[in-house]
């Protein structure tokens, strides 16, 4: 059977629905509208129109020379969401959930977010769509991410800092839930990731699995073969399975996603899920999942708030069960000395998420030699990133800044 | 449901026999220390709940408001671990005649493994547990374990469940049904959501002899308005939040008041 015609609830033994009853009625009418919105014609122009019009898909490949020096001579292409609407590929799936929103008579739009693209991607489709919109995000990562904050403000959405436990992505997930529980009948949880209970893992992933189409045609027509691997950052997981799907029954293309090391996975200050974490139960599905002995979950750390998160998605973690895809761990001061690499190379500043990537491919680049030709997806922008960045590398003018 | 095997459907049988209905009581294992969550929920037996609820803190309570929420994190930073929620069920047990179960999230169990947390609930004289985050359709290994166990396994009903669901609900649950009176999370109320009354009357059409009422219930007046058509009511934060005031005696007093309201 085919790996690319997964359709939930459960990938082996992960996924599946672990929510409160309030919560069921609204996912089954989501997953009975989605699967009827795959089929339908006037739906699926709509999207496409959409992306055309105003994502500006399709996203084009770049490939980068300059960098690829340092990655063994690899011929390294990028995957550039990073150019959509928005900054990042999360705009993919939030139109798609939004027209859904719309055809279920929902008026109310709220989501979790980390890095606040999610949550800029969801508050740019409220204002397209004339609908009411708030985000969740965690304290840390509103202080951090403070660009994304006020961008959503501006398109009008209310931004509700979470001052819960790790005042992460994790707990704007949690409050999002609770949000969600309380407001279902006019309210759509536009979940960011491929994560979450069923339908959301398939159908955020579906949304999604776009960048892989086109990318796979774009690096067959520029290089008449199929890349030797196909590479992305890997948090909750949506840009790495959007990238992957198309290749899943590639069996020859190496899948490669590159999970938040945080300090090093040898301290308590990592998010490296699948590397180091085992299966559980979190924000409704069965999961790998960073936690103790008793189940508590446990504190995720990573210099990207994009990536800080202990749980991911469900495709996931059957995907690295089976051996399809393989999961390596990126330190912060790897994926930041990648961000700089990529600028001065190649004049492109990547978000901090994507540069787990290119720090990954530096490495792998090196394992699969110079004949050999990497695409990676370019998830998102750095322009948020620009404090975290400059006080990282002392870049920021002290003076200038005052000024 | 099996009543006859459960204790819990037996105490909330008798609470409507003698009474105009059963008050199930929640607090939290571990909150404020281990040895003060012993005493409240002895407290609580001894003024007029019939049932206990005991919360196992878990680090992602999605279904609790504030008060719960901040208890339960509370109980973890000071560094409860899963052990301790047999220790002071036990505890409990040893002191009241009245029914212990658990409410927990559904991770912690499965990291403690199913059968081995079934059979230390029997071991601590508990009589069930309570999912807010379960549901039937994912709950294959909790039902084969809490038949074998004897335990009481109580499923939650919404006021956007489905007939089938409410059906599926009713089958699978036995002690009781917990209707959630709104569509919402823990959290005293002002008023409690008239969505109740018919969700309860939904369930006994599908064969429900046993149904609580929870989520917004704070006061003797709520009390009685539910028992006027449910089988009980169950009270959590305002006791959460009468221990953190005032302790232990707070607790008591709170029970007390509210069990006023089960008065016929």
Redesign the interface.
Same mark, same amino acid.
């Given at each position: 059977m085919s790996l690319r015609d997964e359709l939930g609830p459960y990938f082996g033994e992960y996924g #599946?629905?672990?929510?409160? /009853?309030?919560l069921? @009625? &609204?996912l089954d009418e989501l997953d009975a509208e989605y699967t009827a919105a795959k089929t339908d014609p006037v739906f699926q122009a709509e999207l496409t129109a959409l992306h055309a019009t105003y994502t500006g898909r399709p996203s084009i490949i770049t490939e980068v020379p300059r960098f690829a020096r340092h990655a063994g001579g690899a011929r390294i292409l990028l995957k550039r969401e990073d150019l959509n609407h928005t900054g990042s590929h999360k705009i993919n799936n939030v139109l798609g959930q939004a027209l859904l929103a719309r055809r279920l008579g929902k008026t109310r739009l709220i989501a979790e977010t980390g890095a606040g693209q999610h949550g800029v991607a969801t508050a740019t489709a409220a204002a397209l769509f004339g609908m009411e919109c708030v985000v969740y995000m965690g304290e840390v990562d509103t202080e951090r991410q403070a660009l994304n904050v006020a961008r959503m403000r501006l398109l009008g959405a209310e931004v509700i800092p979470v001052t &819960? #436990?790790s005042r992460t992505l @994790?707990d704007a997930i949690?409050e999002a839930?609770?949000d969600w529980? &309380?407001?279902?009948?006019t309210t759509h949880y536009l979940l960011g990731t491929v994560a979450g209970p069923h339908p959301f893992p398939v159908m955020v992933r579906d949304f999604h699995k776009i960048i892989g189409e086109e990318a796979r045609e774009q690096v067959l027509a520029l290089t008449g073969r199929l890349p030797d691997a196909v590479t992305a950052c890997v948090g909750g997981g949506s840009n790495a399975m959007g990238i992957f799907h198309a290749f899943l029954d590639d069996a020859d293309v190496r899948l490669v996603g590159f999970e938040a090391a945080g300090e090093g996975v040898d301290t308590p200050r990592h998010a490296a899920t699948i590397t180091m974490g085992r299966p =559980?139960?979190?924000? =409704?599905a069965r999961s790998y999942?960073l936690?103790d /002995?008793? #189940?508590?979950?446990v504190e995720s750390h990573s210099i990207s708030a994009g990536l800080d998160y202990p749980g991911v998605g469900p495709e996931h973690s059957w995907l690295a069960d089976i051996g399809r895809a393989s999961y390596r761990p990126v330190t912060d001061s790897e994926a930041m000395d990648a961000l700089r690499l990529m600028a001065t190379t190649e004049g492109i500043i990547v978000a901090i998420e994507t540069a787990h990537a290119l720090a990954g491919v530096l490495r792998l680049g090196e394992e699969l030699g110079p004949d050999s030709v990497i695409l990676v997806n370019l998830s998102g922008r750095g322009d948020k990133d620009m404090v975290t960045i400059g006080n990282y590398f002392g870049v920021i003018d002290r003076e200038a800044e005052q000024v | 449901m099996n009543i006859p095997s459960s204790t819990v459907a037996e105490a909330i049988a008798s609470a409507n026999r003698d009474r105009a209905g059963a008050l199930i009581g929640y607090l939290p294992a571990g909150y404020p220390d281990i040895d003060t969550s012993i005493e409240a929920a002895v407290a609580l037996a001894e003024n007029g709940i019939d049932v206990i609820e005991l919360g196992l803190p878990y680090s992602d309570p999605v279904m609790d408001g504030p008060v719960i929420q901040e208890a339960t994190q509370t109980a973890l930073a000071a560094g409860f671990r899963l052990r301790n929620g047999f220790e002071v069920m036990a505890a409990i047990t040893a002191r009241v005649s009245i029914p212990v179960v658990f409410m927990s999230y559904w991770n912690p169990i499965v990291q403690y493994g199913v059968e081995r947390f079934a059979d230390d609930i029997v071991a601590a004289g508990g009589a069930g547990l309570i999912t807010p985050d379960l549901i039937p359709d994912e709950a294959a290994s909790w039902i084969a374990a809490s038949d074998r166990a004897g335990l009481d396994r109580i499923f939650l009903a919404a006021p956007s469940s489905t007939p089938e669901r409410l059906a599926q609900a009713v089958e699978t649950s036995r002690g009781f049904v917990y209707a959630v009176s709104t569509m919402g999370i823990t959290g005293a109320r002002l008023d409690v959501d008239s969505a109740a009354k018919s969700l309860v009357a939904r369930l006994r059409a599908s064969g429900a002899t046993s149904t609580c009422v929870g989520l917004g219930i704070s006061s003797a007046d709520q009390v009685r308005e539910v028992l006027a058509y449910a089988d009980g009511a169950i009270v959590g934060s305002a006791l959460v939040k009468a221990l953190t005031t005032g302790g232990v005696s707070a607790v008591a007093e709170t029970a007390a008041a509210l069990s006023a309201g089960t008065r016929l």
């Open positions: #599946g629905r672990f929510v409160p /009853e309030s069921i @009625k &609204a &819960a #436990g @994790k949690n839930l609770r529980v &309380a407001n279902v009948d =559980g139960v979190l924000h =409704g999942l936690q /002995e008793d #189940g508590q979950t | -």
